[in-house]
């Protein structure tokens, strides 16, 4: 997986950080691109406004 996409450990560490901690932020329209690639793969997605979230 990770030579396949050209990722190290460490920023797989980084990323997972991201995702399990405050969330990622982005333009709807990067974000709906992420939701559909992680949907596919299995993970439940959960996209909420900026306001929503405390922000």
Not at 8 to 16: D, H, K, P, Q
Not at 34 to 53: C, Q, T
Request: proline content about 4%; cysteine-free.
């Amino acid at each position: 997986m990770f030579r396949k996409r050209g990722v190290t450990i460490a920023e797989t560490a980084r990323a997972y950080a991201d995702f399990a901690g405050d969330g990622l932020t982005g333009t709807p329209a990067e974000m709906s691109v992420l939701a559909d690639r992680l949907a596919a793969a299995g993970v439940a997605v959960a996209l909420l406004p900026e306001r929503a979230r405390g922000r």
